[in-house]
């Protein structure tokens, strides 16, 4: 057409608008090399010839479409991953753009990597921040509530149980992990700890009444096994229908309730069997004065030897 070569417009006398005048062969008359070749150009004084008089012409290949990012010229390859989670494709175009042979490359380019790959990273960064935001916060009002670095050391220590717990339910259940996994980690990580706070403040009580601490952890996880297996067992069969994936729609959100199920699952053994152990081993020969600074507390540091 004559819109790539010089541009024609006519202006309307009577609007003073503007219109592109283009000159085209109709596609159903160039379906050939011979028809493009039959095709006649002006040669002057209103005559015209056959473009094989005047050309030569041959097939060959060109760029179908070009494009620009920021006015800088890109070649998109793009793919079709049917079958394979994009976290694995990633890996693999990642190390196949580092061993390429980046010398035979023209100056100045590069590879980039677009489409779905920037929200699983940014979902991957995020995930890790989120996480660890969370066990930190959970960590200082721990220590604001127990007044005690120990004791919130005790109660963060039940969440390498949860990670290792959704991790191992993930890998056997063929999961990746995503933004519904990552929000199911989250979630039993919550759980977790509120069910250690909670066994970790009636041992910590009967400890402070005169028990030993070996005597204090037992007497917390005994007093506490029913509550926290209600808790537990209750978000478990919760979570159970969604993460079997039952339903339309149900493989979308099944791996948030298989991250909480294993979670908890192994967050509650370790609650129950290695928490208490724990316990008894920080808090072993630890003084039982108050650390309130109320002058009216019996238990006040200034008001016992």
Known sequence: SSRFTVPNYWADPASGVAYSLQVQIPQTKTTSLEDVKNVPVSAGA?????????????????????????????????????????GSVLREISALAEVSDKQTWPAKTRVDLRGQVVPLQQLHDGFRSGLLIAIAVIFLMLMANFQSL?????????????????????????????????MGAIMAV????????????YAERARMAGGEANAAALDGARSRLRPILMTSCAMIAGMIPLALGLGEGGDQTAPLGRAVVGGLAAATLATLLILPAVFAIVQAGKHRRSVSLDPDDPQNVKAQP
């Open 46 to 86: 209103g005559k015209s010839v056959l473009l094989r008089n005047v050309a030569t012409l041959t097939p060959g290949t060109a760029v179908g479409q070009y494009e620009r990012y920021n006015m800088a010229r890109v070649v998109s390859i793009t793919a079709n991953i049917h079958g394979a989670d994009l």
């Open 150 to 182: 120990r004791l919130a050391l005790v109660v963060v220590s039940t969440v390498p149980a949860v990670i290792a717990g959704v991790v191992l339910t993930l890998w056997a259940t063929g999961t990746t992990l995503n933004i519904q996994s990552g």
């Open 190 to 201: 919550g759980v977790a700890v509120a069910n250690a706070i909670l066994l970790v403040t």
